[in-house]
T-cell receptor, first 114, second 113 residues
Framework: GEQVEQLPSILRVQEGSSASINCTYENSASNYFPWYKQEPGENPKLIIDIRSNMERKQTQGLIVLLDKKAKRFSLHITDTQPGDSAMYFCAASGYGSSGNKLIFGIGTLLSVKP | NAGVIQTPRHKVTGKGQEATLWCEPISGHSAVFWYRQTIVQGLEFLTYFRNQAPIDDSGMPKERFSAQMPNQSHSTLKIQSTQPQDSAVYLC???????????FGAGTRLSVL
């Protein structure tokens, strides 16, 4: 299978707190896991990614974790700001001849309250 | 670098009409992807080209949807006999080699009345 499940679908947090989004994937051959942020009326933009040879990656207040055994990966936003409010999508790479396509989760709408 | 360019930004068609959506990938990118975005389904993969060759069209509704990439500078997605359920934002993305970051265009919002 190629499904990617993403939870929660809606996440409301207070400014300054952390936010976590979790995704699971089905295909054990997936080796690339990007996260995209989409603001209203805009196109999705890559914010951070991780490959299967890593378990953790951190950049500018974002942390991604990858558990290959559990086929699970997550995004953690520390010290959230109102500007972090947006739609977030996780994705996993496909397999076989289509190894380069990305299968996206349904998305998480993050709302950061001042 | 103008990014991925999609035209038109908005298209309104009547039920049964044809719609053609255009995408110009980032110069030098060899892979072009088409996705459809709706609130209910999220980002659905439609089809993918690499070096202009179709690689995977497993997400394309077989009967009315078709995609082409006649040259390295543009791809088209054609929907024949449009139906209200085709209403969505159609996103085109390109990547350098198909293995890395996807850069999305602004999308074409298709509304079928």
């Amino acid at each position: 299978g190629e499904q990617v499940e993403q939870l929660p679908s809606i996440l409301r947090v207070q400014e300054g707190s952390s936010a976590s989004i979790n995704c699971t994937y089905e295909n054990s051959a997936s080796n690339y896991f990007p996260w995209y942020k989409q603001e209203p009326g805009e196109n999705p933009k890559l914010i951070i990614d991780i490959r299967s040879n890593m378990e953790r990656k951190q950049t500018q207040g974002l942390i991604v974790l990858l558990d290959k055994k559990a086929k699970r990966f997550s995004l953690h936003i520390t010290d959230t700001q109102p500007g972090d409010s947006a739609m977030y999508f996780c994705a996993a790479s496909g397999y076989g001849s289509s190894g380069n396509k990305l299968i996206f989760g349904i998305g998480t709408l993050l709302s950061v309250k001042p | 670098n103008a990014g991925v360019i999609q035209t038109p930004r908005h298209k309104v068609t009547g039920k049964g009409q044809e719609a053609t959506l255009w995408c110009e990938p980032i110069s030098g990118h060899s892979a072009v992807f088409w996705y459809r975005q709706t609130i209910v389904q999220g980002l659905e993969f439609l089809t993918y080209f690499r070096n202009q060759a179709p690689i995977d069209d497993s997400g394309m509704p077989k009967e009315r949807f078709s995609a082409q990439m006649p040259n390295q500078s543009h791809s088209t997605l054609k929907i024949q006999s449009t139906q209200p359920q085709d209403s969505a934002v159609y996103l085109c993305a390109s990547s350098l080699d198909g293995k890395n970051t996807l850069y999305f265009g602004a999308g074409t919002r298709l509304s079928v009345l």
